[in-house]
């Protein structure tokens, strides 16, 4: 898919980031975060840091934030599983934090191994300490990162924004 193929909404996510100063990107590829991705990675103000496993992405925000930068993990609903134990950094040390999550498990999802974690998402943030957000509307999404963004770094928040399934439409299994 080209940048210019990409979805309005996913282009207002990264307005979002690049306009707050976002200076670190971690990432585990994924199509619903794509351009995004792309853009941090050609944006010369913007690392992109693409992580073998999510909770990687956790250390590395914090350490951003340690370093004086702000940072943003992007992932799946189904790497939230995988930050449990990370979320406790956050936690233990009251560090900012946001991550922007493409849901899977939900609207026609053909995959069946997405929906346990799909299903529980928004409960395992919200009980390690993270405020959820949810936006299923491409008309909001740009007010509801910017929103997520501003509680993250200027209130010191932990945040997680879940972009719901339907914003990246259905998926469907191709055979080469």
Known sequence: MSASAAP??????????????VRQVAYVPDAGHAY?????????????IVLTTEEEGVAVVSGAWLGGQRAVLLMQSSGVGNCVNMFSLLSMCQFPFLTLVTMR??????????????LATQRTLELMGIQVMRVDDPEDVEETVSAAFDAAFLAGNRVAVLLGQKLIGRKKWERD
Do not use: T
């Open 8 to 21: 309005p909404w996913q282009e207002d996510v990264f307005r979002v980031l690049k306009k707050g100063g």
């Open 36 to 48: 995004s991705i792309r853009a941090a990675i050609a944006d010369p103000d913007i690392q992109g």
């Open 105 to 118: 498990g939900e609207y026609a999802e053909f995959n069946p191994w997405q929906a346990p974690m799909g």
